[in-house]
């Protein structure tokens, strides 16, 4: 009998760990995901390359392939060492931004990152923000920890009479990005039950 539950435990994570991974790998493939109007280096782009980019085009020199470093803006907008008239990165244009042509390719053999990277390519989403990032001009920020914080303006939201204080424009907006609509009000006896 202590077999069989020992079995059935193990069926039982085995199966829950394989739903998490399933929820896990298809969280930030979310194409319907609507792009954001200003592209923030810090919020959008920075986690693409750190998670996609930086084992190989990252801070750690022993590790860099071609030379190059997608961390510094220098190193990024100057001429590539393995090819001097490409740029990685030419603010405004992505179409002559190797970053994002060797993202987007359809050709395997210039696919980055490269499948022996053992990475995830990117997703629809990811290459859409680093094109809009691009076109934009590419611009580089400081950490957000070293700066000092701004009070943002309100972003703009499909509907003005839903929120009720400043924190709800900005998950309104969330929402709008991922072509979702807030919940009606709950009544007073609903939230009572809840208790």
Aim: proline letters at 7%; glycine letters at 4%.
């Amino acid at each position: 009998m202590k077999k069989f539950q020992v079995i059935i435990g193990f069926l039982v994570c085995a199966f829950i760990l394989s739903v998490c991974f399933q929820c896990r790998s298809n969280s930030g493939s979310n194409d319907s995901t609507k792009l954001p109007d200003e592209v923030s280096y810090n919020f959008d782009i920075r986690p693409i390359l750190s998670d996609k980019c930086y084992a190989c085009h990252g801070p750690d020199s022993n590790k860099r392939e071609a030379g190059l470093r997608l961390d510094k803006a220098e190193s990024a907008f100057a001429a590539l060492k393995e090819h001097p008239g490409s740029y990685a990165l030419v603010a405004g244009h992505p179409e002559l931004s190797e970053l994002f042509l060797r993202v987007s390719t359809q050709d395997t053999s210039m696919l980055m990152p490269p499948a022996t990277s053992n990475l995830p390519a990117l997703t629809a989403h990811e290459i859409s923000l680093i094109e809009k990032w691009i076109r934009q001009g590419a611009k580089y920020e400081k950490h957000w920890a070293f700066t000092a914080p701004v009070k943002p303006a309100l972003p703009k939201v499909s509907n003005k009479d839903w929120p009720q204080n400043e924190i709800d424009y900005f998950i309104l907006q969330k929402l709008d990005q991922k072509g979702m609509k807030p919940n009606e009000e709950a009544d007073k006896e609903k939230l009572l039950k809840r208790l």
